[in-house]
């Protein structure tokens, strides 16, 4: 197996850094900031994750709307924004990155939970799997309403990065 890497930009009180996550086959983490390396572990915590960074704890609380976290660092509080370099791609390209009729694996893991059934009526932002990745759980949303046309996976399935989860009917 090879490494993974995954590319975030993150905004956090109006300054924007680039940060890559690398994962090692052993689940062991390397994480860059602007291209620095910095010290870095990842644990799972309830609604979240406890990052720390170069000595320094963050509790990542997942919440509100599906781009953005709720950080906590002792009396450090704030909402940082989060988008992965595939949403920044498609928006490059022209395409918004609320309209994908698609719903595909971000990195490769498991499929933990199916949460909608082709012919469902959804909402955008509506949860629909449940991926294990990194050993943490990550609930995938749609970006736009619609109705399910197709549930592609099972659950206890692996999934590589871009697997195509779930369809939506086109309108």
């Given at each position: 197996?090879?490494?993974?890497?995954?590319?975030?930009?993150?905004?956090?009180?109006?300054?924007?850094?680039?940060?890559?996550?690398?994962?090692?086959?052993?689940?062991?983490?390397?994480?860059?900031?602007?291209?620095?390396?910095?010290?870095?572990?990842?644990?799972?915590?309830?609604?979240?994750?406890?990052?720390?960074?170069?000595?320094?704890?963050?509790?990542?609380?997942?919440?509100?709307?599906?781009?953005?976290?709720?950080?906590?660092?002792?009396?450090?509080?704030?909402?940082?924004?989060?988008?992965?370099?595939?949403?920044?791609?498609?928006k490059k390209k022209g395409g918004a990155a609320g309209d994908s009729s698609?719903?595909?694996?971000?990195?490769?893991?498991?499929?933990?939970?199916?949460?909608?059934a082709a012919g469902d009526t959804i909402e955008a932002g509506a949860p629909?799997?449940?991926?294990?990745?990194?050993?943490?759980?990550?609930?995938?949303?749609?970006?736009?309403?619609?109705?399910?046309?197709?549930?592609?996976?099972?659950?206890?399935?692996?999934?590589?990065?871009?697997?195509?989860?779930?369809?939506?009917?086109?309108?």
């Amino acid at each position: 197996m090879t490494r993974r890497t995954m590319r975030y930009r993150v905004t956090l009180e109006g300054t924007e850094r680039d940060i890559d996550v690398q994962i090692a086959p052993g689940g062991s983490v390397a994480v860059t900031v602007d291209g620095e390396p910095v010290d870095a572990d990842v644990r799972r915590i309830p609604g979240g994750v406890s990052l720390t960074l170069d000595g320094k704890v963050f509790d990542v609380l997942v919440g509100g709307p599906a781009e953005s976290m709720d950080l906590a660092a002792g009396v450090l509080r704030g909402t940082a924004s989060v988008e992965s370099e595939r949403n920044r791609s498609r928006k490059k390209k022209g395409g918004a990155a609320g309209d994908s009729s698609e719903i595909r694996a971000p990195m490769p893991g498991r499929i933990v939970k199916i949460l909608v059934a082709a012919g469902d009526t959804i909402e955008a932002g509506a949860p629909v799997v449940v991926v294990e990745a990194m050993k943490m759980e990550n609930e995938l949303r749609a970006e736009k309403a619609g109705k399910i046309a197709a549930v592609e996976v099972e659950e206890g399935q692996a999934v590589e990065s871009g697997t195509l989860l779930v369809k939506l009917a086109d309108e």
